[in-house]
């Protein structure tokens, strides 16, 4: 029989719609049963996956598979935000597994102050996407007819290709002046800000250059003005494409530092 593992989603308090035991109707990773472990005044949601899938050796060939990987991250997403519809949620990592649901409640245990303090700091937030993407020409333009007809096709294609270098540089600028209007107007409302690296190859979606990939913290009853000030910031930008998305958990701020992290917690 294979053993199983820990697999853990997320740090919540106990409430009278969330205790201990089995989660009704909730399937995680591995279309396994979802359960809350307790322990010192805090609950973590855990399901049982297979050791050769989620070992630390098995993990190091897996995620590399973007397919599999994919997988995981929409069921871990799904716990997540089932618990955040419900109450205040801190997200752990994804692929996050522990030996055992002892092992759980020894890191609760142990990391209970951080869990509490973090916790009451995220009590009435939400975490809202921001990506700002440079419309980029990506080919030189056909030549027009009169100069198609010139007599040096060579000259009238370097010309081509300047306006094309123009027209990137000026998308990129106007994306960076979108990135400082944003955070600007979004400053008024946003309580933290939480900068990614941009989007690049087969993570990147859609059109464009992604020149910036920004989370903000967001108190969920300020979302609706959170959204039109970012939207009315760059309206008037052109070659400029912003993206949000949201409402989420707080992915982007749920990471204890080092010093306060008691050992195991947020780490397979």
């Known amino acids: 029989m294979n053993a199983e593992l820990s697999y853990t989603y997320a740090v919540v308090r106990p409430t009278p719609d969330l205790a201990e ?41 897996r995620l590399e598979n973007l397919a599999w990987l994919e997988r995981v991250a929409r069921a871990h997403h ?30 609760l245990r142990r990391g209970a102050e951080a869990f509490t303090r973090m ?4 009590a009435g937030q939400v975490e809202w996407g921001v990506k700002v993407y440079a419309e980029i020409p990506r080919e030189p333009a056909e030549p027009d007819d009169d100069e198609a007809d010139a007599p040096d096709p060579g000259r009238s294609y370097l010309r ?4 094309q270098r123009a027209d990137q540089g000026a998308a990129r600028s106007a994306a960076a002046e979108a990135v400082e ?11 933290e800000l939480a900068r990614h690296r941009p989007q690049q ?27 039109d000030r970012v939207r009315r910031s760059t309206r008037d930008l052109q070659g400029v494409r912003v993206e949000i998305t ?22 397979p």
Do not use: C, H, M
Not at 30 to 39: D, E, T
Not at 160 to 163: D, I, V, Y
């Open 201 to 227: 190859g087969e993570l990147a979606v859609g059109t464009g250059e992604n020149i910036a990939n920004d989370s903000y913290l967001v108190p969920g009853k300020r979302s609706e003005e959170f959204r």
């Open 21 to 61: 035991g089995t989660l009704p109707g909730v399937a995680g990773v591995a279309s396994g049963a979802v359960r809350l472990v307790g322990a010192a005044g805090v609950a973590a949601a855990v399901g049982s996956v297979p050791e050769s899938d989620f070992s630390e050796a098995a993990l190091q060939v």
């Open 160 to 163: 081509k290709r300047r306006r």
């Open 119 to 122: 916790l009451d700091r995220f």
């Open 181 to 191: 209007r944003i955070e600007a107007a979004a400053g008024e409302v946003a309580v």
């Open 246 to 267: 949201g409402p989420w958990a707080p992915y982007s701020f749920a990471v204890l530092t080092e010093p306060e992290a008691p050992e195991g917690v947020l780490r």
């Open 78 to 107: 799904g716990v997540v935000e089932f618990l955040a519809s419900r109450t205040t949620v801190l997200p752990l990592r994804l692929a996050t597994v522990y030996v055992d649901d002892d092992r759980v409640r020894d890191v």
